[in-house]
């Protein structure tokens, strides 16, 4: 018997990339599924672009106040009617099979929850495939977001992820964290006893941000919580999640080599990173153009990283801060 699949799709003014996402999902090859849209409280009307799909989609769509992407993905999780609930940004593309493909991948293999690959579209800009160049490859994350061969145990991330509506349930679903939700709820999963896998065949065209002070602000914030991360799931932090922070540090410690000591041993070492860096990447994009621009994403995503990560490190570790005094804007109340 096929597993059933319930799409939730939180979404905050997002209503071009909305439209995107739902004409991406008229075209499954699989069209046996629901979709569930929770507007949280966007500032703009998104019932006329909703309207636009209602007779081809099997749509719910509600709307509620504010309340951040984890609760609001629950708000949308306790209306789904199906047996898995997958959960995508509302940013994203999928491809015709997507649907086809997860259903075929939850029979073959075992597991609780499940995520995929994000790549970038051959229509988005250079700058957006630069982005998704520096967010998946192998210099930076470790290429943890595109490669399963890369990790050893996946966490699924909230832009193409799915879980047993009743294992869902029995974690609590996304907890009050506004950022950094998603690996919480898969070492939630782990630390409960449930298995998580990664589906090679089920990747989505992850949109992210458009420039680089937008990205820069957005990877800061990731780096803000991975220290909080770390002291709710002890038992899964890894020394390799400091190593934005060490090559902020290493920057710095480079140029004072530079000035105090007139040697450049340390600059030659990011010389020979960039140069790699630009190597793969041309590899990879086939775009001089791409390459050079994934050069900058990738300095911008391991500095805004680190700097974000050594910060929450001090506050939650020397000035001794709860993370919700540190950086409220990173917790929402439970409902």
Not at 140 to 163: C, D, E, L, W
Request: charged share 25%.
């Amino acid at each position: 018997m096929k597993p059933t699949i319930s799409i939730i799709v939180a979404i905050f003014n997002r209503r071009d990339e909305l439209f995107e996402l739902l004409n991406s999902l008229t075209q499954q090859t699989d069209k046996d599924f629901e979709i569930i849209i929770v507007d949280d409280g966007s500032f703009i009307d998104l019932t006329p672009t909703i309207r636009n799909f209602e007779d081809i989609l099997q749509i719910k769509y509600f709307r509620k106040e504010n309340s951040g992407p984890g609760l609001t993905r629950n708000y949308g999780a306790k209306r789904a009617e199906n047996e898995w609930l997958v959960f995508v940004d509302s940013d994203v593309i999928v491809e015709k099979d997507y649907i086809e493909n997860s259903k075929k991948d939850i029979l073959e293999i075992p597991c609780d929850a499940f995520g995929g690959a994000d790549k970038a579209h051959k229509g988005f800009n250079l700058m957006q495939k630069a982005i998704s160049y520096s967010m998946t490859s192998v210099f930076t994350t470790g290429g943890i977001r595109g490669n399963k061969k890369a990790v050893s145990k996946f966490q699924p991330r909230s832009f193409n992820m799915g879980v047993k509506k009743a294992v869902f349930n029995k974690v609590g679903g996304f907890s009050e964290m506004r950022v950094g939700e998603d690996p919480d709820l898969s070492m939630t999963l782990w630390e409960n006893g449930y298995t998580t896998a990664f589906f090679d065949n089920i990747s989505v065209y992850h949109k992210r941000r458009v420039d680089f002070g937008k990205f820069s602000k957005q990877v800061y914030q990731f780096g803000c919580a991975r220290p909080i991360l770390n002291q709710r799931h002890p038992n899964y932090v890894k020394i390799s999640f400091a190593f934005p922070t060490i090559f902020l540090i290493g920057y710095f410690m480079g140029f004072l080599e530079y000035f105090i000591f007139g040697r450049r041993i340390i600059l030659a070492f990011y010389g020979l990173y960039s140069f790699l860096v630009l190597f793969h990447a041309l590899l990879v994009t086939r775009n001089i153009s791409i390459a050079a621009m994934a050069v900058i994403s990738t300095y911008i995503q391991m500095f805004s990283y680190g700097y974000g990560f050594l910060k929450s490190w001090i506050l939650l570790n020397i000035v001794r801060m709860k993370p919700e005094e540190a950086f409220p804007k990173h917790f929402y109340k439970k409902d």
